[in-house]
């Protein structure tokens, strides 16, 4: 909602901005997502190849990888303006990311290795 001047109101901009951390939320969710954002955050651009391998290991089946990936995964992040993906060179590059998306993703890393840890090794 606008004011006489044009201007937004503070309750719009919660809005919008609740929006985005849900989005951010929800590219989150997904561990292959996290994968390529995280290898995008350490080198600013990864191969395909590199990405379905790394998944392949976790979940051993490399065609439903590339499945999700490709139908899935990629289109997300390159619909939200997070990565651009070149079908030719099967490379996919970063791009400019929203405030707060690197915190996350590392809080998410974090958040993941504790649990791991704690699973492997849990205190009695």
Same mark, same amino acid.
């Given at each position: 909602?606008?004011?006489?001047?044009?201007?937004?109101?503070? @309750?719009?901009?919660?809005?919008?901005?609740?929006?985005? +951390?849900?989005?951010?939320?929800?590219?989150?969710?997904?561990?292959?997502?996290?994968?390529?954002?995280?290898?995008?955050?350490?080198?600013?651009?990864?191969?395909?190849?590199? !990405?379905?391998?790394?998944?392949? $290991?976790?979940?051993?089946?490399?065609?439903?990888?590339? !499945?999700? $990936?490709?139908?899935?995964?990629?289109?997300? $992040?390159?619909?939200?303006?997070? !990565?651009?993906?070149?079908?030719?060179? @099967?490379? !996919?590059? @970063?791009?400019?990311?929203?405030?707060?998306?690197?915190?996350?993703?590392?809080?998410?890393?974090?958040?993941?290795? @504790?649990?791991?840890?704690?699973?492997?090794?849990? +205190?009695?």
């Amino acid at each position: 909602m606008s004011d006489e001047n044009g201007q937004r109101g503070a @309750g719009a901009h919660r809005q919008e901005a609740s929006g985005e +951390v849900d989005l951010l939320f929800d590219v989150l969710r997904e561990p292959c997502r996290r994968l390529v954002l995280t290898r995008l955050q350490r080198n600013g651009r990864v191969s395909v190849e590199r !990405i379905v391998n790394e998944r392949r $290991l976790r979940s051993g089946d490399r065609e439903s990888v590339e !499945i999700d $990936l490709y139908h899935v995964h990629l289109p997300m $992040l390159e619909r939200e303006g997070l !990565i651009e993906y070149d079908e030719r060179s @099967g490379e !996919i590059v @970063g791009r400019d990311w929203p405030a707060g998306l690197d915190r996350l993703l590392a809080a998410a890393r974090e958040l993941e290795a @504790g649990l791991f840890a704690e699973r492997r090794d849990p +205190v009695n």
